[in-house]
């Protein structure tokens, strides 16, 4: 069989077309001018970095990087997500900027996934994180962000997921269990596995208030319900001042009129030793993964010997893309053509000073220049 | 109209519990075949569509969200580590994850797990990663050979050492002269549900989960009273 390889590409890439990057292209701009008018200054970094530092974030785990090794013998990696690359700037080049300091990117990230698991290896993740503020309104600022970008870029039916991760750590600190079995309690709730949460509270004999409050944490959706909760009482101190900091946040998205838009699940962990407070996630009908999600993460600057409170988000453009089943407007502009180039050279420069496409016909024959025209659905411009 | 809930129902014998057990939760069932060579069953009126699937392939139609929620052995889930929720343990299909070996080299092992399970081992299985990762735990690097079915047939053959696959009554091992040596877990079916279905379509997913937790206990109970 003859080797192929030239003409394929790997598993999990792919190419995008000119309709398809038109598409691309259009919604990433409307996106990153709207986080600019939010105040978010765009940065860019490097598209490999030091393995150190990736493992200093989320996405710890080194089997979703794609690692390779310098000519030193250094470890490298592609980046797998842009808020530690982010944090790493922040606490070396932009320490001396005044706070809160508000940035966000567009980025092409990496990540290994088993080809058959049919998930792209390399999307394109747009996001902003809002630095050096560790109050609620940072966090409602964001979640504004985020509702109103899915607003903008056309997303119908959607709805963000608000957690608290907090409330889970006061409530996972409280069962007095060995660490082993908290560890897999956590690893329960976060990949909601329902049937082995209820084995380890079995096998771990946890009751009354403990075993309620652990089914509460997996079950437990809608504001009405989350609240009524907080005030049953009983929960440990550092849960229940979570959840009023998530009534806070929630309270005031509503009076900025965004309420309908959110709902509360206490199941929403995401990477949870990473992120310290809300936590979100924007679901989309018919995607049948989150769409966007982010939350508030205290503790990665401190890592990179800057403390700062932080929250962000990001969200995947080829996801959006999918919910939006866009294929980018058609082609529009002229096709100039003449019997003379310099011409036809300085009128499409007139064409294209106001805005318009123009595309230079390579030719003279005007019966040529008239179909090519018709089939790329552009105007005939014919110079004399 | 009204949103449909779609399920991904296994083929097989998992297939003729799961309908005794959706007319036990009185959801819609009438018609529904799972040896047929009709794979999608609509109920537009009660809001329902059925898929059927190999068994190995529910987890993957609910993570990918082609179906909201899926009935799956444990076996298959463990295998497949789909990022689904894992939502009630139905209580049928009940089957153990075993190694078993030839019984000559079980004598041979004098009875004994540890003077088996040695570094270099050939395991031919239908589940790569579930025995790769028990071996992994045992610190043995063994050699792990993938096969599709008839595992059993592996060791005679002289293909592979031992086998990890499930057995139920245990027959087919006796058949075949083999001695099951660990029990890695027991398996049972379980109702598992898309991430993003489970949040966004709660409402229309809850009653459906409540019917068939009603219905999963009341089987259960019927069995303890019957024996």
């Given at each position: 069989?003859?080797?192929?390889?030239?003409?394929?590409?790997?598993?999990?890439?792919?190419?995008?077309?000119?309709?398809?990057?038109?598409a691309?292209?259009?919604?990433?701009?409307?996106?990153?001018?709207?986080?600019?008018?939010?105040?978010?200054?765009?940065?860019?970094?490097?598209?490999?970095?030091?393995?150190?530092?990736?493992?200093?974030g989320?996405?710890?785990?080194?089997?979703?990087?794609?690692?390779?090794?310098?000519?030193?013998?250094?470890?490298?990696a592609?980046?797998?997500?842009?808020?530690?690359?982010?944090?790493?700037?922040?606490?070396?080049?932009?320490?001396?900027?005044?706070?809160?300091?508000?940035?966000?990117?567009s980025?092409?990230?990496?990540?290994?996934?088993?080809?058959?698991?049919?998930?792209?290896?390399?999307?394109?993740?747009?996001?902003?994180?809002?630095?050096?503020?560790?109050?609620?309104?940072?966090?409602?600022?964001?979640?504004?962000?985020?509702?109103?970008?899915?607003?903008?870029?056309?997303?119908?039916d959607?709805?963000?997921?608000?957690?608290?991760?907090?409330?889970?750590?006061?409530?996972?600190?409280?069962?007095?269990?060995?660490?082993?079995?908290?560890?897999?309690?956590?690893?329960?709730?976060?990949?909601?596995?329902?049937?082995?949460?209820?084995?380890?509270?079995?096998?771990?004999?946890?009751?009354?208030?403990?075993?309620?409050?652990?089914?509460?944490?997996?079950?437990?959706?809608?504001?009405?319900?989350?609240?009524?909760?907080?005030?049953?009482?009983?929960?440990?101190e550092?849960?229940?001042?979570?959840?009023?900091?998530?009534?806070?946040?929630?309270?005031?998205?509503?009076?900025?009129?965004?309420?309908?838009?959110?709902?509360?699940?206490?199941?929403?962990?995401r990477?949870?030793?990473?992120?310290?407070?809300?936590?979100?996630?924007?679901?989309?009908?018919?995607?049948g993964?989150?769409?966007?999600?982010?939350?508030?993460?205290?503790g990665?600057?401190?890592?990179?010997?800057?403390?700062?409170?932080?929250?962000?988000?990001?969200?995947?453009?080829?996801?959006?893309?999918?919910?939006?089943?866009?294929?980018?407007?058609?082609?529009?502009?002229?096709?100039?053509?003449?019997?003379?180039?310099?011409?036809?050279?300085?009128?499409?420069?007139?064409?294209?000073?106001?805005?318009?496409?123009?595309?230079?016909?390579?030719?003279?024959?005007?019966?040529?220049?008239?179909?090519q025209?018709?089939?790329?659905?552009?105007?005939?411009?014919?110079?004399? | 109209?009204?949103?449909?809930l779609?399920?991904?129902?296994?083929?097989?014998?998992?297939?003729?519990?799961?309908?005794?057990?959706?007319?036990?939760?009185?959801?819609?069932?009438?018609?529904?075949?799972?040896?047929?060579?009709?794979?999608?069953?609509?109920?537009?009126?009660?809001?329902?569509?059925?898929?059927?699937c190999?068994?190995?392939?529910?987890?993957?139609?609910?993570?990918?969200?082609?179906?909201?929620?899926?009935?799956?052995?444990?076996?298959?889930?463990?295998?497949?580590?789909?990022?689904?929720?894992?939502?009630?343990?139905?209580?049928?299909?009940?089957?153990?994850m075993?190694v078993?070996?030839?019984?000559?080299?079980w004598?041979?092992?004098?009875?004994?797990?540890?003077?088996?399970?040695?570094?270099?081992?050939?395991?031919?299985?239908?589940?790569?990663?579930?025995?790769?990762?028990?071996?992994?735990?045992?610190?043995?690097?063994?050699?792990?050979?993938?096969?599709?079915?008839?595992?059993?047939?592996?060791?005679?053959?002289?293909?592979?050492?031992?086998?990890?696959?499930?057995?139920?009554?245990?027959?087919?091992?006796?058949?075949?002269?083999?001695?099951?040596?660990?029990?890695?877990?027991?398996?049972?079916?379980r109702?598992?549900?898309?991430?993003?279905?489970?949040?966004?379509?709660?409402?229309l997913?809850?009653?459906?989960?409540?019917?068939?937790?009603?219905?999963?206990?009341e089987?259960?109970?019927?069995?303890v009273?019957?024996?």
């Amino acid at each position: 069989m003859e080797y192929r390889a030239k003409l394929i590409i790997p598993e999990g890439v792919r190419d995008l077309l000119p309709e398809e990057a038109r598409a691309f292209r259009k919604i990433e701009r409307r996106i990153m001018d709207f986080f600019v008018k939010w105040g978010y200054e765009e940065v860019i970094t490097p598209t490999f970095e030091f393995l150190e530092t990736f493992q200093q974030g989320a996405l710890r785990d080194q089997e979703s990087l794609y690692k390779f090794i310098d000519r030193r013998g250094k470890i490298l990696a592609l980046r797998p997500e842009m808020t530690t690359p982010i944090a790493r700037l922040v606490a070396t080049s932009l320490r001396n900027r005044p706070l809160p300091l508000r940035l966000c990117y567009s980025a092409r990230v990496f990540r290994y996934e088993l080809p058959q698991k049919g998930r792209w290896q390399e999307f394109q993740q747009l996001g902003v994180e809002l630095l050096g503020d560790g109050g609620k309104a940072a966090d409602v600022e964001v979640l504004a962000l985020a509702i109103e970008v899915l607003l903008l870029a056309g997303v119908r039916d959607f709805r963000l997921g608000l957690g608290q991760v907090a409330v889970t750590k006061g409530v996972l600190a409280a069962l007095e269990l060995p660490e082993e079995g908290v560890e897999e309690i956590k690893g329960a709730l976060l990949t909601k596995n329902l049937v082995k949460l209820n084995s380890l509270i079995e096998h771990y004999g946890l009751k009354g208030q403990k075993r309620k409050q652990l089914e509460a944490l997996a079950t437990l959706r809608g504001e009405k319900e989350v609240l009524a909760w907080a005030r049953e009482g009983g929960l440990p101190e550092g849960a229940a001042s979570a959840l009023a900091r998530l009534e806070e946040v929630w309270r005031e998205l509503v009076a900025c009129g965004l309420g309908n838009w959110v709902f509360f699940d206490l199941g929403i962990l995401r990477d949870f030793d990473y992120y310290t407070g809300i936590v979100f996630e924007g679901y989309a009908e018919g995607l049948g993964a989150p769409l966007c999600g982010g939350g508030r993460y205290d503790g990665l600057l401190e890592r990179f010997g800057y403390p700062l409170p932080a929250v962000g988000f990001a969200l995947g453009l080829e996801r959006l893309l999918m919910v939006l089943g866009e294929r980018g407007e058609e082609r529009k502009g002229f096709l100039v053509a003449g019997p003379s180039f310099p011409e036809i050279s300085a009128r499409a420069r007139e064409v294209r000073a106001s805005g318009v496409p123009a595309v230079l016909f390579l030719g003279e024959d005007r019966a040529l220049a008239e179909e090519q025209a018709r089939k790329r659905g552009l105007s005939l411009l014919w110079v004399e | 109209m009204k949103k449909m809930l779609t399920l991904a129902i296994p083929k097989g014998k998992l297939g003729e519990e799961t309908l005794s057990l959706l007319k036990r939760a009185g959801l819609p069932w009438e018609g529904v075949a799972t040896e047929d060579r009709q794979l999608i069953f609509t109920f537009p009126r009660e809001g329902f569509t059925y898929l059927i699937c190999r068994p190995v392939d529910v987890p993957t139609y609910v993570e990918h969200g082609a179906a909201d929620l899926g009935i799956a052995g444990k076996d298959v889930l463990a295998e497949a580590r789909a990022d689904v929720f894992e939502l009630l343990d139905l209580g049928f299909g009940f089957c153990r994850m075993v190694v078993a070996v030839p019984r000559q080299r079980w004598e041979e092992a004098r009875g004994k797990v540890e003077n088996l399970l040695v570094a270099g081992l050939r395991v031919a299985t239908k589940y790569p990663r579930v025995a790769a990762e028990f071996f992994h735990r045992q610190g043995k690097p063994v050699e792990i050979i993938k096969l599709y079915g008839n595992i059993e047939l592996a060791p005679q053959a002289g293909l592979a050492d031992v086998i990890v696959d499930i057995v139920s009554t245990g027959r087919t091992l006796k058949e075949n002269n083999l001695v099951e040596v660990v029990s890695i877990f027991s398996s049972t079916a379980r109702l598992i549900a898309n991430r993003v279905s489970y949040r966004m379509a709660y409402n229309l997913l809850e009653p459906v989960i409540e019917a068939l937790k009603k219905a999963a206990e009341e089987r259960r109970d019927n069995l303890v009273a019957r024996s």
